[in-house]
């Protein structure tokens, strides 16, 4: 007879007797949670391979150019290189030390700094000013914009003789050149990062009530630093562009007028110099723009490091 304390257990059919069979269901309705298994190895994290660049090192863009001399002192040496086309360092060396001696390198190179610095400022002025008023104003941009798009088609070298017919030959016209070509690569880096600037932003500071100045500070300035030294990094190159370009028309003075001048005669050493020196300052103030965007826009992570 059975206990009338103990729960009868409802017969179940064979089929479901067993090692595979389905959980009694308790009276409460819930299947118990089977208890965790002990012991259990997960299996092992693959660790993966790094996708970027890797980690910058001090100098490292140095490796290129260092390569690029090598070489071209190795070719000299083995006589595969013909001097009277194009001299090797050590004779280039030679010429550069000769020409420092009796002060014309240094004469020469202060005179183009001096054109290349004042048409990248002006350049810089003018293409930033210009983008701001494009950029900032629906207006603007439909004044500006047009006419900065039909320059940027037409190469600066195309308008010397009306830069010529209308300032000159003199220093005026020079720097001229030199700042269009700098003002039209500002503006279009910089405008475009302007433009670029997340709208959800800009509804933000609408709503916080930010007034024009904080609106200036806070969102145009950040979002248009990027552009703004992607702009200056190719002005900059731009500036010695057109620098090579003005001081081979009616120079007295100036490394391209150097240069020139040693085409007459046949001087490679003394072309290769002024070339050397065109690269030299080209490389140091693109290196210096990148080392003020680092420290500009230290709080960005990005690939660059």
Do not use: C
């Not at 070719?75 to 000769?98: H, Y």
């Not at 700094?113 to 941009?141: D, H, I, N, P, T």
Request: glycine fraction near 14%; avoid cysteine; charged fraction near 15%.
């Amino acid at each position: 007879m059975t206990d009338a304390l103990t729960p009868v257990r409802e017969a179940r059919p064979a089929a479901l007797e067993g090692p595979h069979a389905p959980p009694v269901r308790p009276p409460g309705g819930k299947v118990p949670e089977a208890p965790p298994r002990t012991g259990a190895r997960r299996p092992a994290r693959r660790r993966g391979r790094r996708l970027g660049p890797g980690r910058a090192v001090p100098f490292g863009r140095l490796l290129g150019p260092v390569l690029l001399v090598a070489a071209w002192w190795a070719a000299s040496a083995a006589g595969w290189l013909d001097p009277r086309i194009l001299s090797g360092p050590g004779e280039v060396l030679a010429t550069a030390a000769d020409l420092v001696a009796d002060g014309r390198l240094q004469g020469n190179v202060l005179i183009s700094l001096q054109r290349a610095g004042l048409g990248l400022l002006f350049g810089v002025v003018a293409g930033v000013g210009l983008a701001l008023l494009a950029g900032l104003s629906r207006s603007g941009e439909y004044l500006v914009d047009g006419p900065l798009q039909i320059k940027r088609a037409i190469p600066s070298l195309a308008m010397l003789p009306l830069l010529i017919l209308w300032l000159g030959i003199g220093e005026e016209m020079k720097v001229t050149v030199i700042a269009l070509g700098v003002a039209v690569n500002m503006y279009i880096q910089v405008h475009t990062a302007l433009t670029g600037i997340d709208s959800r932003h800009v509804e933000l500071a609408e709503v916080l009530g930010l007034g024009r100045g904080r609106f200036l500070r806070k969102v145009v300035l950040p979002g248009s630093l990027p552009g703004f030294f992607v702009g200056l990094r190719l002005g900059v190159t731009s500036s010695w562009l057109g620098l090579i370009v003005v001081e081979q028309i009616n120079a007295t003075s100036g490394i391209g007028y150097m240069m020139f001048q040693a085409q007459q005669y046949a001087q490679s050493d003394v072309i290769i110099v002024g070339l050397v020196a065109y690269g030299v300052f080209g490389f140091a103030s693109d290196a210096l723009v990148r080392a003020i965007e680092r420290r500009a826009l230290s709080w960005r992570r990005t690939l660059a490091g």
